[in-house]
């Protein structure tokens, strides 16, 4: 296994220009693959989870051209649901914003597909979405095990109507639904039954859905109208907003090593929900500055643990897990259950490797108490094949002792060149 050695750092200082985003990536490429007309998508994300969409949506017969840093992308739209009359296979690694609105896609597409990925994915439900679409007459399969991929799907034409979903899992079903419903032929209601998490990714998904051109009117997230019998239209061009998730390592790394780190690409005019990360740190004493699209913090020497409910920003949430190693007292991060559910269990994983660094750690149900170590220790970190674990546990190296990533290179899940841009803007 390939390791890489962090030699302990003091200070963090510099610009970044932020890679796209990931969740904007993979729903820009759908929707221009559903729509009507051609669309240049600029910033686009180079990494393993926009990789796996790319494939998928060639299978599916989507003509498009990448320039040659696969940053921007020309699409021909089909201006409607994909159709094959050859059975597909299509393996989606890890990709959670591939798996799940793909399925619901191919769910209405003409056609047999069956859907693969890494074993991971096997192991994160599905069973949500599967249920509300076998609600609206989709004919899906468990190859497996009930509840999760593989999947096989028999596509046919779907009509829409009434159906609830259950949203207390994952946001990513809801999202693949409402993808998908201005193409059945009639009107549908969406109800969320129960509780629905990750809720800023809904908006994500609305106001993309509202540049190609549907609008959905949303019931204070309690049920969603969407009028049947539509087409996307491409907006012709359209940029992909840095990866506020991916801002989160450079911005704390400013909050404990002072700073000042600027980040490009996302800030308060974003659609993003992780852009609402600075605001943790500004909580815990950092000082934080916003333009439209870029932020910057700078530490004050001073950071303090805080007790906070991070529902709303669950990937960014795991940069507070490391960050709480250098502020003064504990931190708890509370209503983050779905952690269990994403690359790993990240609330299991989170708390030990923070032991192996020296934190006293209280894992719950679904939160996590951190204390941080009066020094921290030297460690090897397992990554479990978690971008979000790697790239967390880069801040551990402010402590004085050497810090060894295993399997640095599972960021190319989001962020393949993160840990050269970290060194980049380190110093001893
Ligand atoms: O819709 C999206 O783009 C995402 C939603 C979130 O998942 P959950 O809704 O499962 O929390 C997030 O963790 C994931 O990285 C991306
Ligand atoms: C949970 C994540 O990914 P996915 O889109 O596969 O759910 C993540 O990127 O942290």
Known sequence: ???????????????????????????????????????????????????HMLTALQALGVSYQLSGDK?????????????????????????????????????????TFTITGEPRMYERPIGDLIDALRQLGADISYKQDEGFPPLEIQG?????????????????YLTALLMVAPLFSGDTRIRVDGELVSKPYIDIT???????????????????????GQTYLSPGEIMVEGDASSASYFLAAAAIGKGPVRVHGTGSASIQGDARFA???????????YSDMWIEVEGTGKLSGVDVDLNHIPDA??????????????TRIRNIYNWRVKETDRLSAMATELRKVGATVEEGDDYIVIEPPAEIRSAAIDTYNDHRMAMCFSLASFGAADIVINDPKCTSKTFPTYFDEFARISKA
């Open 1 to 51: 296994m390939e390791t890489l050695t962090l030699k302990p750092i003091r200070t963090v200082k510099g610009e970044v220009t932020l890679p796209g985003s990931k969740s904007l990536s993979n729903r820009i490429l759908l929707l221009a693959a559903l729509a009507k007309g051609e669309t240049t998508i600029t910033n686009l994300l180079d990494s393993d989870d926009v990789r």
């Open 71 to 111: 940053r921007t992308c020309v699409l021909k739209g089909l201006g409607g649901a994909f159709s094959s009359a050859e059975a597909q296979t299509l393996f989606l690694g890890n990709a959670g914003t591939a798996v799940r609105p793909l399925t619901a896609a191919l769910a209405m597409s003409e056609g």
């Open 156 to 172: 046919k034409p779907l009509a829409g109507g009434e159906v609830s979903i259950k949203g207390n899992i994952s946001s990513q």
């Open 206 to 228: 609305l106001d993309t859905m509202a540049k190609f051109g549907v609008a959905v009117t949303n019931n204070q997230y309690q049920s969603f109208d969407i009028k049947g």
């Open 279 to 289: 605001e943790v740190l500004e909580q815990m004493g950092a000082k934080v500055t």
């Open 317 to 330: 949430a795991m940069t507070i897990a490391t960050t709480a190693l250098f502020a003064k007292g504990p």
